[in-house]
């Protein structure tokens, strides 16, 4: 063998031993690797800028609400009886069939369903949000094989066929040092409060419309009855009228407007029934039913339930889910300006690496080596075009949105309170009132019956009285009807659950 073969030979058995030696080392240096990284992280994090807390709710309806509106100590004309507001109103109505297709509702109602869905979507984004501050981990490998013909390595030996080949895992952990991913996390959590909030509410005005529709669906089969009852009246004055045509007491004119009365009383029937068919169907399409008008309702209107306290008017932030919802959102938005903010400061990432390697000329030594890399990479934004600072005023100005929806919220609430509480008072007062004409109706009506049975009197008066008792029966249900629906208003202005 020649020298510079001898040489070529030497210095092949030392690099092979200091690479074997460096495989008894490849595990320690990769556990001081992991250790180093985990130390630079946790150090990275405790210097790192916490994330601001939003305003308190006291201080945000400062800021949202304009300067000359003041939160009163009391509802303004409160009837109500003072207390803290209770939930479950609909059990108040001592209605069981109601309770069942409220619940039914609440169940099975599509559109709430699809509502419930945006609280899945929130929480999902609440992980993705959360997920930027946790390391990244991959791997990627290839593999080739190459052949060769007639070749010959520097000993003189035929090459033969080699193959490259590699199995990386990397890692990939950016630091969160001002905030910017844990901002954006807690705007994602607030969003799903919103959600949930949204979807509260959504329920309670879903259990507060079913409530209504039944009521009014029993109101207007109530009024179908009357209207019956209107027609057989009508039917006997035509009777009345072409009886007294007969004897010269009637002329034409009046049979046939007679006859123009029984047809309309007719229409009012069909009319009622109509609508009924309508509300029934309306009901079963909120139950997720097939809209068949099977559903039976109930012959009589409930009893309004007694007074029920209002609370104050500073409780209803904190009861109401939409005004919570509201909240939720201005929070939200308050966050997403502090990491929009972060992200025009630098960022820091760690990266590291780890896997197997082979090639032609490893496996020519005999070589299977492990290989390791670690690094960091900072990204400073110098000039973005503006890119990063519009991204701010966006943020800022969806904050002030937010406030601005908030305070309209409160607003309306405090309406819909102050709004079903006057009414109330109203509606108490128009009933007795109706009340009362009903009774003296009934009771001329009764007078009346008594002259037609001693002969004083024929039976047209009779038949106009009923008639105008029928009347008045209508306009107090009417009024019943009213007052529940107006109190079904007061429970979900007042946040009552349901």
Not at 178 to 191: D, P, S, V, Y
Not at 241 to 264: M, P
Not at 426 to 452: G, P
Not at 474 to 497: D, F, K, P, V
């Amino acid at each position: 063998m020649d020298q510079l073969s001898i040489r070529g030979v030497l210095k092949r058995d030392d690099t092979y031993a200091t690479l074997k030696q460096s495989r008894g080392t490849r595990t320690r240096l990769v556990g001081s690797l992991g250790r180093a990284a985990a130390c630079l992280a946790a150090a990275a994090l405790l210097v790192g800028c916490a994330v601001k807390r939003p305003p308190s709710t006291q201080q945000i309806v400062h800021d949202a609400m304009p300067p000359t509106t003041k939160i009163p100590d009391a509802w303004s004309g409160n009837n109500a009886p003072a207390g803290p507001v209770a939930d479950g109103w609909v059990k108040t109505f001592g209605d069981p069939q109601l309770e069942a297709i409220v619940a039914e509702a609440v169940r099975n109602n599509l559109n709430l369903k699809a509502a419930a869905t945006r609280v899945g979507v929130a929480t999902n984004l609440v992980t993705e949000a959360h997920a930027q501050m946790m390391p990244f981990i991959g791997a990627t490998g290839s593999a080739t094989y190459l052949g060769r013909y007639g070749q010959t390595n520097v000993l003189g030996k035929p090459k033969g066929q080699f193959n490259a080949s590699s199995i990386l895992a990397g890692v990939s952990w950016e630091l969160d040092l001002w905030g910017r991913i844990r901002a954006q996390t807690a705007a994602a959590r607030q969003q799903v409060a919103a959600a949930q909030a949204e979807v509260l509410y959504a329920q309670e005005s879903l259990a507060a419309l079913t409530a209504k529709l039944w009521f009014m669906a029993t109101y207007t089969q109530v009024l179908e009855r009357y209207a019956e009852q209107n027609v057989e009246i009508k039917r006997q004055e035509l009777i009345l009228t072409e009886s007294k045509r007969e004897i010269g007491g009637a002329q034409d004119q009046q049979v046939a407007i007679a006859r123009a009365e029984l047809a309309s009383a007719q229409s009012q029937v069909t009319a009622l029934q109509g609508s009924l068919q309508q509300i029934v169907r309306g009901i079963e399409v909120l139950l997720g039913r097939y809209p068949s008008a099977e559903l039976k309702v109930a012959a009589t209107l409930a009893k309004l339930p007694p007074p029920v306290p209002a609370g104050l008017p500073v409780q209803l932030l904190e009861r109401r889910p939409d005004i919570l919802a509201a909240e939720h959102n201005v929070d939200a938005a308050f966050h997403m300006v502090q990491s929009t903010k972060a992200a025009r400061l630098p960022s820091l990432s760690l990266t590291g690496a780890a896997g197997y390697m082979t090639n032609e000329i490893f496996q020519m030594l005999s070589f299977r080596p492990w290989v390791w890399t670690v690094g960091a990479n900072l990204a400073a934004p110098l000039y973005t075009g503006g890119f990063l600072t519009a991204q701010v005023n966006v943020a800022k100005e969806d904050q002030k949105a937010a406030l601005a929806i908030y305070a309209e919220t409160i607003i309306e609430a405090f309406a819909e309170v102050e709004v079903a509480l006057a009414n109330e008072g109203y509606l108490r007062e128009e009933q007795r009132q109706l009340q009362s004409s009903l009774a003296d109706v009934s009771h001329a009506l009764a007078l009346e019956k008594t002259k037609y049975e001693i002969g004083q009197v024929d039976m047209d008066p009779v038949l106009q009285l009923e008639a105008a008792e029928l009347g008045a029966k209508a306009a107090t249900t009417q009024a019943e009807y009213e007052l529940l629906a107006n109190r079904i208003n007061l429970y979900l202005a007042l946040g009552g659950g349901f």
